[in-house]
């Protein structure tokens, strides 16, 4: 031990921070409205799912053995494909039994060739579970309702989403002319048709 001691005094410094009582008092409301926000946006995605059950319901399968004999024709396996009058753009949902609508106006316009390369784009969200994804991204869009860059990357995420089922298309089926000119015929069909759903 040494012969001396060492002292060493040290001061603490406190730092006094200024409430601010104006905001320190809108913080329960604050919490209040985040709240009933995510309530209400919760309310509004099982509004969707209801949505999707009833367009279900009351779509037409009664030539879906004919969509499958013709995807089988590329070796693809069944999937259920239905035809709505309640829709103007194809629309797929469900992840452990996935549905696949058309709505009857491309139907009419449209080619049997056109409209198998519309069935494949649709096949590729469902290989790539994109349903599954979606719902995941739709909860965290509710917890981060407020959030503004959530917005930007949900749409993002959206676009690339559609990229991704087109290269999947192409990739898997080559003849990349053929199905961009029936992407384009159903733009065409679909923005004579106002369809709010229109096809990215």
């Known amino acids: 031990f ?3 001691d060492i002292v060493g005094s040290y001061k603490i410094t406190t730092i006094q921070l200024s409430n601010n009582t104006f905001w320190m008092n809108l913080i329960p409301y604050i919490g209040v409205i985040y709240l009933i926000s995510i309530l209400l946006y919760s309310i509004y995605l099982l509004m969707e799912f ?13 030539q879906n053995q004919f969509w499958n004999q013709e995807l089988s024709k590329i070796g693809l396996n069944n ?3 239905g035809q709505s009058n309640k829709i103007q753009s194809p629309i797929t949902f469900g992840w ?5 609508l058309l709505p009857f106006s491309i139907l009419n316009h449209l080619t049997i060739e056109e409209v198998k390369f519309i069935l494949l ?4 969200h469902i ?6 994804i979606q719902v995941i991204i739709k909860l965290a869009h509710t917890v981060l309702l407020f959030n503004p860059f959530s917005y ?14 087109d290269e999947w298309v192409v990739n898997q089926f080559g003849n990349s002319l053929s199905y961009t000119k029936s992407l384009y015929q159903l733009a065409l069909v679909a923005n004579t048709e106002n369809s709010p759903l229109l096809l990215n």
């Open 50 to 62: 209801k949505q999707l059950h009833n367009l279900k319901q009351s779509a037409s399968f009664e």
């Open 121 to 124: 784009h649709e096949v590729a």
């Open 79 to 81: 999937f259920q494909i």
């Open 152 to 165: 930007f990357f949900v749409k993002e995420i959206n676009t690339q989403r559609e990229l991704a089922c």
């Open 127 to 132: 290989v790539r579970n994109d349903f599954m």
């Open 96 to 100: 452990m039994d996935a549905v696949i």
């Open 2 to 4: 040494p012969s001396h």
